[in-house]
């Protein structure tokens, strides 16, 4: 790379968001981290990227208040200057079902795994357009090719933002790319044993789920690939194809 470039990775303390994170700044990305609850996690992960000879800065934000994202964007505006890079990843995922419907338990989802995703896209529409698109990438889930009527709000806002993804890139562009990528089972959920993600992560296909660091391949795909956008890219190893009743959390 010729010039620093600067992602903004959100949820990046941990689990996927931190392999992200990682991949990037092997490839000499500058990282704003941003994390909510995960303090320690943050800070460890900060130290990593930063060994890595890279720039990495912590953000704290709860991404289901009013504004957040606008708050987050202006915050890593102010500290680390205009950004090439946003990685939509952090997310709320709390079990309800279809025929249990709370409207509670939606709007507990909707900051985080969408109002907030769209703050901040939007606010990369307002950046000085630069040389190159700034990338918004979302991470969405496997599920939107394959309901079942689990985690009803969760995906519920997933199949927004996977909408959203095909608009905002119709209305953002030629500044901004906007592209999804939808994983499979990747990691243990909160609701699995070692054992049980070690059962369902084989069922797909090839007989194998998708890994982070073919979440993370995708990520510097979409980034080296400029001709991409308003699609999303499916990594699954074939799950979404099973027509599988229920959530992999709960087989």
Same mark, same amino acid.
């Given at each position: 790379?010729?010039?620093?470039?600067?992602?903004?990775?959100?949820?990046?303390?941990?689990?996927?968001?931190?392999?992200?994170?990682?991949?990037?700044?092997?490839?000499?990305?500058?990282? %704003?981290?941003?994390?909510?609850?995960?303090?320690?996690?943050?800070?460890?992960? %900060?130290?990593?990227?930063? @060994?890595?000879?890279?720039?990495?800065?912590?953000?704290?934000? +709860? &991404?289901?208040?009013?504004?957040?994202? &606008?708050?987050?964007?202006?915050?890593?505006?102010?500290?680390?200057?205009?950004?090439?890079?946003?990685?939509?990843?952090?997310?709320?995922?709390?079990? @309800?079902?279809?025929?249990?419907?709370? %409207?509670?338990? &939606?709007? $507990?989802?909707?900051?985080?795994?969408?109002?907030?995703?769209?703050?901040?896209?939007?606010?990369?529409?307002? $950046?000085?357009?630069?040389?190159?698109?700034?990338?918004?990438?979302?991470?969405?889930?496997?599920?939107?090719?394959?309901?079942?009527?689990?985690?009803?709000?969760?995906?519920?806002?997933?199949?927004?933002?996977?909408?959203?993804?095909?608009?905002?890139?119709?209305?953002?562009?030629?500044?901004?790319?906007?592209?999804?990528?939808?994983?499979?089972?990747?990691?243990?959920?909160?609701?699995?044993?070692?054992?049980?993600?070690?059962?369902?992560?084989?069922?797909?296909?090839?007989?194998?789920?998708?890994?982070?660091? +073919?979440?993370?391949?995708?990520?510097?795909?979409?980034? $080296?690939?400029?001709? &991409?956008?308003?699609?999303?890219?499916?990594? @699954?190893?074939?799950?979404?194809?099973?027509?599988?009743?229920? @959530?992999?959390?709960?087989?």
């Amino acid at each position: 790379m010729t010039s620093r470039k600067t992602a903004l990775v959100t949820g990046a303390a941990k689990r996927l968001g931190q392999h992200i994170a990682l991949s990037l700044a092997q490839d000499g990305w500058d990282i %704003a981290l941003h994390y909510h609850q995960s303090q320690t996690d943050a800070e460890q992960t %900060a130290t990593t990227l930063r @060994d890595l000879g890279v720039r990495c800065e912590l953000f704290n934000a +709860d &991404l289901n208040q009013p504004q957040a994202g &606008l708050t987050l964007m202006q915050a890593v505006h102010e500290r680390m200057g205009p950004i090439q890079a946003l990685i939509n990843n952090a997310a709320r995922f709390e079990y @309800d079902h279809a025929a249990d419907f709370s %409207a509670a338990c &939606l709007h $507990q989802h909707l900051g985080a795994n969408l109002i907030a995703p769209l703050e901040l896209i939007n606010a990369l529409g307002t $950046q000085k357009p630069q040389n190159e698109p700034v990338v918004a990438i979302n991470l969405l889930d496997q599920k939107l090719w394959g309901y079942n009527p689990d985690f009803f709000s969760y995906t519920l806002c997933k199949a927004a933002l996977k909408a959203a993804t095909t608009m905002m890139a119709q209305a953002l562009a030629p500044h901004v790319r906007v592209v999804g990528i939808a994983p499979g089972l990747t990691l243990p959920s909160h609701l699995q044993s070692a054992e049980d993600f070690e059962r369902t992560h084989k069922m797909s296909l090839l007989g194998y789920g998708s890994r982070a660091e +073919d979440i993370c391949r995708t990520v510097h795909y979409i980034l $080296q690939t400029p001709s &991409l956008t308003g699609s999303c890219i499916v990594v @699954d190893a074939g799950q979404h194809l099973l027509g599988l009743q229920q @959530d992999f959390s709960l087989l």
